[in-house]
Structure formats: C-alpha cells, structure tokens
C-alpha cells in the first residue's frame, strides 16, 4: 500500500525547530511519508508543498504565541487552491494561559481545522488520529 504523506512544518514568523524534527521522526517511524517545510513557514508553503507533492495532511505547529493570526485564512487559502478537504491539524503552544482552550479551541474549529491539539499533547495521539481519519 502507498505510505500516507503528510506536510509538517512550524507557521508564521515561528523559529522553533526541535519539535518539528521530533514530529518528522516519529511520523516516518509510524510509515507515514513527511514532507517537511521547517520553520519560518508561511501559510502558502504548506500549500505549495502539499500540492507539488499530492499531500493527504497537512499539520501545523506554532510554537511561539501567535499561532492564531498566523493560522487566519489557511482553509480558504487551501480552498482556493484546490486542496478542498485535506485534513488540516495544528498544535503545539496554541492557547494563551488564561483563556480556558474551549475557546480556542473553538476559533480554531471555526478557521476549519479537523483536528487542534492542545498543549503538551504528544504526537503519538495525532499519529493515532491519522490513522483513524485515513481508516488505516
Ligand atoms: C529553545 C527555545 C527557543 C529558541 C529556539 C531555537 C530553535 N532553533 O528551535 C530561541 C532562543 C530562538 C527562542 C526564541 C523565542 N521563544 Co522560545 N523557547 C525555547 C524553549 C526553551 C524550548 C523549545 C524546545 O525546543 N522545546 C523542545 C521541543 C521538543 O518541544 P516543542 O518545540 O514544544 O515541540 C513539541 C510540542 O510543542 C508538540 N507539538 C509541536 N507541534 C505540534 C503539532 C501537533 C499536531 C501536536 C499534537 C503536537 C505538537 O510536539 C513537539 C515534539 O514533542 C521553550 C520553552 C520550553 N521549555 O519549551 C521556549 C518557548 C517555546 N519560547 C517562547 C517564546 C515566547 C519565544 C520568543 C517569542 C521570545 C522572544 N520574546 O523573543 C522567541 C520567538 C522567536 C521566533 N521567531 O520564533 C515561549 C512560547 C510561549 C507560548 N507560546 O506559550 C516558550 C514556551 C518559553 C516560555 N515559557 O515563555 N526560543
């Protein structure tokens, strides 16, 4: 069977590299393909990436607080280039300390992603939920 493949990359003006390194490592040990666009990613990487490689997911980490305006518009912009319906995650340091992540997490369904991780929450769960969303 063709391995899944799935971008990965950290979004906006975001520098942090270990964790993306980390998640590369463990979806390849899972068999999934990654292609991964580093960090300093903009929204239109991932999109450029995921069609020039006919991608199945993308998933974006945000490391350093404003991964919500960096997220804004990323479904359209996937729309819009013909990515209609490709998963779309994103985790890493998403929330803000004193807004209980209901919220955020519902402004993130809102921007159209599938699935939103929360803080601290290990790859191994999104690697389990893409096995689920692929049916694998
Ligand atoms: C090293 C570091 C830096 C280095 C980065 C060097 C590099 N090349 O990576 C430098 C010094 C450059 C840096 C800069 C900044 N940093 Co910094 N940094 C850290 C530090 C100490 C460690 C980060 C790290 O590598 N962690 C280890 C890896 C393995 O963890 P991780 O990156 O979080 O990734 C894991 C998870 O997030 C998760 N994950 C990630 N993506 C996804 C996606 C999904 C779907 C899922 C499920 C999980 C997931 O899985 C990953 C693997 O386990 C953290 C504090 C900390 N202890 O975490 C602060 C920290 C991340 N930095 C922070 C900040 C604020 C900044 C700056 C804005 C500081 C400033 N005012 O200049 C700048 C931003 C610069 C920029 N443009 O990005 C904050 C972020 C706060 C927040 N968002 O809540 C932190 C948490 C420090 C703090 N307590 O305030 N930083």
């Not at 998933?59 to 819009?80: A, F, M, N, P, T």
């Given at each position: 069977m063709?391995k899944?493949?799935?971008?990965?990359g950290v979004?906006?003006?975001d520098?942090?590299?270990?964790?993306?390194?980390?998640?590369?490592?463990?979806?390849?040990?899972?068999?999934?393909?990654?292609v991964?666009i580093?960090?300093?990613?903009?929204?239109?990487?991932?999109i450029?990436?995921?069609l020039?490689?006919n991608s199945d997911?993308?998933?974006?980490?945000?490391?350093?607080g404003?991964?919500?305006l960096?997220?804004?518009?990323?479904?359209?912009?996937?729309?819009?280039y013909?990515?209609?319906?490709?998963?779309l995650?994103?985790g890493?340091n998403?929330?803000?300390?004193?807004?209980?992540?209901?919220?955020t997490?519902?402004?993130f369904?809102?921007?159209?992603?599938?699935?939103?991780?929360?803080?601290?929450?290990?790859?191994e769960?999104?690697?389990?939920?893409?096995?689920?969303?692929?049916?694998?």
């Amino acid at each position: 069977m063709t391995k899944k493949k799935i971008v990965i990359g950290v979004i906006g003006s975001d520098c942090h590299t270990v964790g993306n390194k980390i998640i590369h490592n463990k979806l390849e040990e899972s068999g999934f393909e990654v292609v991964n666009i580093g960090a300093l990613s903009p929204q239109i990487d991932f999109i450029n990436a995921a069609l020039e490689t006919n991608s199945d997911a993308i998933i974006v980490s945000s490391i350093y607080g404003y991964g919500e305006l960096d997220c804004q518009g990323i479904r359209e912009k996937c729309d819009e280039y013909g990515l209609k319906d490709i998963l779309l995650y994103v985790g890493g340091n998403i929330a803000s300390s004193n807004e209980e992540w209901e919220k955020t997490e519902k402004r993130f369904k809102e921007m159209g992603f599938n699935r939103i991780y929360k803080p601290g929450t290990p790859i191994e769960e999104t690697i389990s939920d893409l096995k689920k969303d692929f049916k694998l």
